[in-house]
């Protein structure tokens, strides 16, 4: 097996980075691979721990399902090694890294097939994307720019959306919502697909988790 390794990247803090890797992780690994579950595991790279916390929580509320999913850390140089070893037996690989230190997410992102850059739809988030994106040119990393907690409706939304295209990278056909549920499944280490799977939000995820999918398999 040689499985796909999906970087969520992000210098900015409070991007909603680790809340979409999480449903990314869950997403990926309710969709099918050839009729059989695909494997999942979740690498994370950022010292703040969130994640790890996430999963915890998530044995708790689960107990031996939360199993579907496997969670590993590492840091710095150790992310890349880590990933590639990981993605040997996974099927996917969805690695969080830290916000503000390029030092530790540059191997993360040299390791990844494919590069998810959350971005709120505001210029401030908009200018402080840049470095991310430079950083990621430089390892020659294939991203996808996602929207994330948009505004329904909203003319800053879409003019925002505009001035993402703009930047010279693809940007996901999904936008995700700017909705309570994604924050508040975290807590109890699930995700909006598991506490309100009809749910928009949990469309906007799946959705976006295929998308995802279908740029790794060109």
Known sequence: MSGRIITVAQQKGGSGKTTLAAHLAVALSLQPILGAKARVALLDCDPQGSLGEWFEAREVTLGDDATELSFRTASGWGARREARSLARDYNFVVIDTPPKSDVESRPAIEVADLVAVPVQPTPIDLWATRPTL???SKEGTSCLLVINRAQSRSALTQ??????????HPAARTRLGNRVGFAASMGRGLTLLETDPGSKGA???E?????????LAR
Do not use: F, K, P, Y
């Open 207 to 215: 959705a976006l988790a295929a998308e995802l999918r279908e740029l």
């Open 203 to 205: 469309a906007e995820i």
């Open 159 to 168: 003019e925002m959306a505009t001035a993402i295209e703009a930047l010279g």
């Open 134 to 136: 430079e950083m990621i």
